[in-house]
């Protein structure tokens, strides 16, 4: 399961958790590699690779040196390295060093991280300071704007752009806000009920039980 012999194994540690419920975090070390899913109930944080989905309840926290070639299901997911796959969580915060593409859905995003991916998030979107996003495709109800935005936006409550944050693209809005030194290129259009497009959140559903050999429980 590990791709080197001088790999070790996926360390877990006990963590305070709420009265009758047991949680746990396990801690994929910087010189680990796991090659298969991975599957669990608490948590778990990732200093080396993986290559395969995480699919954990609780939260997935990826460190800056955290590698994950597959897609990632959570209820909370802290993200500051690199992920060439999927998200599908509650809440989503991307950091600095983070990088993210292919697909994000979500109810809640703040990104300072590089974004090339399509973004469905179902209540709101922060894009701080240093956020940079190439986006076909990215959908809330309130998206405010302290980086880059590139790509097509859609804003159905609003679309907030603040000093220094910059829009370039195709808006679709039902309302926005420019801050004196904000920017935006490109065109706008009014917001209609039919412009929505459906997110695939999945977090609220039951997990499918799996029984191939190349998953790893935790």
């Given amino acids: 399961m590990f791709g080197s012999k001088k790999s070790e194994p996926a360390k877990t540690m006990p963590t305070p958790s709420a009265k009758n419920v047991s949680y746990s975090t396990t801690i994929v070390t910087k010189c680990t590699e796991i090659k298969g899913d991975?599957?669990?109930?608490?948590?778990?944080?990732?200093?080396?690779?993986?290559?395969?989905?995480?699919?954990?309840e609780e939260s997935v926290v990826i460190g800056e040196s955290g590698i994950v070639y597959g897609n990632i299901k959570s209820k909370n997911v802290i993200h500051s390295g690199k992920l060439e796959g999927s998200i599908d969580c509650h809440r989503l915060e991307v950091m600095q060093t983070g990088t993210i593409?292919?697909?994000?859905?979500?109810?809640?995003?703040?990104?300072?991280?590089?974004?090339?991916?399509?973004?469905?998030?179902?209540?709101?979107?922060?894009?701080?300071?240093?956020?940079?996003?190439?986006t076909d495709q990215m959908q809330s109800k309130?998206?405010?704007?302290?980086?880059?935005?590139?790509?097509?936006?859609?804003?159905?409550?609003?679309?907030?752009?603040?000093?220094?944050?910059k829009v370039k693209g195709k808006m679709i809005v039902k309302k926005i806000k420019v801050t004196e030194g904000g920017l935006m290129l490109g065109t706008m259009l009014t917001y209609e009920a039919g412009d929505a497009i459906q997110s695939q959140n999945k977090r609220d559903e039951p997990i499918e039980e799996e029984s191939e050999d190349s998953s790893y429980q935790i």
Avoid at 44 to 50: A, E, L, P
Avoid at 145 to 161: D, K, R
């Fill in 101 to 134: 593409s292919d697909r994000v859905d979500a109810k809640e995003m703040v990104a300072d991280g590089l974004l090339e991916a399509v973004i469905l998030v179902e209540n709101s979107i922060h894009i701080t300071d240093n956020g940079r996003v190439e």
């Fill in 38 to 56: 991975i599957k669990g109930c608490g948590t778990i944080h990732i200093d080396g690779i993986i290559h395969g989905d995480v699919d954990v």
């Fill in 142 to 165: 309130h998206i405010i704007v302290n980086g880059l935005i590139s790509g097509n936006v859609i804003a159905s409550e609003l679309l907030e752009i603040n000093k220094n944050g």
